[in-house]
């Protein structure tokens, strides 16, 4: 749980980087924001704990849109933003089994199925801050 927890709490503030990136924070205090946060990592893992791929997205898609209210920005800004963070992630997941495959991953070896999390995460993570980077250089705006 733990490993899967912090893996949720740094996708999530991935997620919070790129949207913070183009839109601005409403004013919020710090505590709420990190309660809303801890709390939605929280639910993520457990759920991803379940090892049910649609309830998996179902949630993380509830969790994004949740997040989201925390800028101010419109529907259509919050769509494109989830679904580019959801769309870099699901590249990704092909990624991720032809390394268990290159591994010779068997059931119950959690060990390489977390190292493969953990890099996957983090080359996801590299991929959405170029892309905040590149958002708020060119001073493009997202909607």
């Known amino acids: ?10 996708d999530l ?3 919070m980087y790129y949207f913070h990136s183009n839109k601005k924070m409403k004013p919020v205090s ?10 939605a990592a929280i639910i993520w893992t457990f759920v991803s704990n379940i090892k ?3 309830l998996n997205l179902a949630t993380l898609l509830i969790v994004l849109i949740l997040l989201s209210f925390y800028y101010e920005s419109g529907m259509w800004t919050r769509i494109i933003n989830i679904v580019t963070f959801m769309g870099i992630g699901m590249l990704f997941e092909p990624v ?7 591994m010779n991953f068997h059931m119950g070896e959690s060990y390489k199925y977390y190292f493969v999390m953990v890099i ?6 590299n991929v959405m801050y170029i892309l ?5 250089k060119k001073g493009m705006q997202i909607a």
Do not use: M
């Open 30 to 39: 710090k505590v709420w924001i990190w309660a809303g946060f801890t709390i």
């Open 1 to 10: 749980y733990v490993i899967r927890f912090a893996i949720s709490l740094f």
């Open 96 to 102: 991720a089994l032809l390394l268990l495959h290159a």
């Open 13 to 15: 503030a991935v997620f």
């Open 132 to 136: 905040s980077k590149l958002i708020s």
């Open 120 to 125: 996957c995460s983090f080359v996801r993570g």
């Open 52 to 54: 049910n791929p649609y």
